[in-house]
C-alpha cells in the first residue's frame, strides 16, 4: 500500500530558528508536495517536486525553501521560521502517469512562538 | 492557474439525510476531480476520483461532474455522525489545487 510518511508530527519552534520538515514516500512517485492547511484557507501548495533534484515555487514559497535529494525524501526548511508560519503542513506523493493518484502524509503541526 | 470555489462552507445534517456538497472551477483545463475527506487536522482520505461527465459512485459517495458548467458535487448518502469532517476538492492535476473545503457535521 502507499505511504508518505512525515517527521516530526509535532514541533515547536522559536521566532528566528531554523526547521526542517521531513517527508519519506514509499511509492516510488516521480511527483511530491508540500502544502500547508490554515482555518479559511484550505490547503496551500508552498513547493513541489518532480524529481530528485527538482523543486518548483508552489502558490506561497516566500519564507520556505525545498530540498529533493532522492526520490523518497522532500524536505521543507524554513531557515528563519516565524510565528505566521504555525501551520499544519502536509507532504504528498503523486504519479503523473496515468489517473494521477495522489497521497497525503499523516500532517506536521507546527507552533512557532 | 485553475481556482477552485467549494460551497457551502459549512453543512448541518441528520443522520439518514442526504447531504450535498459542490465545488465549481475556473476554467475547462482539468478533465477530471477527486473529493478527499479529512477529519480533524488529519490526512487527507481519497472518497471518489472522477474522470468523465456523469456520475461515479463508491459506497454511499457519488460525485457528479459536469465539465461544461464547470461544477462537481459530491452527494453522501445516508451520512453518519462519523462522516462529520472537512470535504475538499480538487482536480487531478500535476500541480494540485484545492478548494477551501466544506465542514459537514452529521447530527445523530
Known amino acids: 500500500e502507499a505511504a508518505v510518511t512525515q517527521s516530526p508530527r509535532n514541533k515547536v519552534a522559536v521566532t528566528g530558528g531554523k526547521v526542517t520538515l521531513s517527508c519519506n514516500q514509499t511509492?516510488?512517485?516521480?511527483?511530491m508536495y508540500w502544502y500547508r492547511q490554515d482555518t479559511g484557507h484550505g490547503l496551500r501548495l508552498i513547493h513541489y517536486s518532480y524529481g530528485a533534484g527538482s523543486t518548483e515555487k508552489g502558490d506561497i514559497p516566500d519564507g520556505y525553501k525545498a530540498s529533493r535529494p532522492s526520490q523518497e525524501n522532500f524536505s521543507l526548511i524554513l531557515e528563519l521560521a516565524t510565528p505566521s508560519q504555525t501551520s499544519v503542513y502536509f507532504c504528498a506523493s503523486g504519479d503523473a502517469r496515468g489517473a494521477f493518484e495522489q497521497y497525503f502524509g499523516p500532517g506536521t503541526r507546527l507552533t512557532v512562538l | 492557474q485553475q481556482k477552485v470555489q467549494q460551497s457551502p462552507e459549512s453543512l448541518t445534517v441528520s443522520e439518514g439525510a442526504m447531504a450535498s456538497l459542490n465545488c465549481t472551477f475556473s476554467d475547462g483545463t482539468s478533465n477530471n476531480f477527486r473529493w478527499y475527506r479529512q477529519h480533524s487536522a488529519k490526512g487527507l482520505e481519497v472518497l471518489v476520483s472522477?474522470?468523465?461527465?456523469g456520475e461515479k459512485e463508491e459506497g454511499r459517495f457519488t460525485a457528479h461532474l459536469n465539465r461544461a458548467n464547470l461544477h462537481v458535487s459530491l452527494h453522501i448518502r445516508e451520512p453518519q455522525p462519523s462522516d462529520s469532517a472537512v470535504y475538499l476538492c480538487a482536480p487531478n492535476t500535476n500541480k494540485v489545487v484545492f478548494g477551501t473545503g466544506t465542514r459537514l457535521q452529521v447530527l445523530p
Open positions: 472522477i474522470f468523465s461527465d
Open positions: 511509492n516510488n512517485h516521480n511527483n
